[in-house]
């Protein structure tokens, strides 16, 4: 059970930090966020990742939420919800992530063009 409610918590800080970090309430920093090379490259660059990466985050941790509420509702599940809602997590942290990434290497090499 704490694993689930565990998986649940962080996907809720995952969307919730990228939403932020996309709406620029959090700013380019050293602690928090998708920082990546590219992200860190500039404020805009920053926000272009996170925007890109938000719709994943939102995706992933919502289907990461549900996946974990099944097994919070059906204990004879909690073993492979468990297992599941690890997987679409770490899955959901490498696609926003690359979103992230592609968005602020395209604005930088848009930027570079011109």
Not at 32 to 39: C, N
Not at 49 to 55: I, K, T, V
Not at 87 to 108: E, I, K, Y
């Amino acid at each position: 059970m704490t694993a689930l409610l565990t998986l649940i918590g962080l996907a809720i800080v995952l969307i919730l930090v990228v939403g932020l970090c996309a709406g620029g309430t959090i700013g380019a920093n050293r602690g928090i966020g998708i920082r990546l090379p590219a992200t860190r490259l500039s404020e805009s660059a920053w926000r272009a990742g996170h925007r890109a990466a938000l719709l994943p985050a939102i995706v992933g941790g919502g289907v990461v939420i549900v996946i974990a509420g099944v097994g919070l509702a059906y204990p004879d599940l909690q073993p492979a919800m468990q297992v599941i809602g690890i997987v679409l997590f770490l899955g959901t942290l490498t696609w926003a992530t690359l979103c992230a990434n592609n968005a602020a290497r395209a604005l930088a090499d848009d930027r570079r063009d011109r």
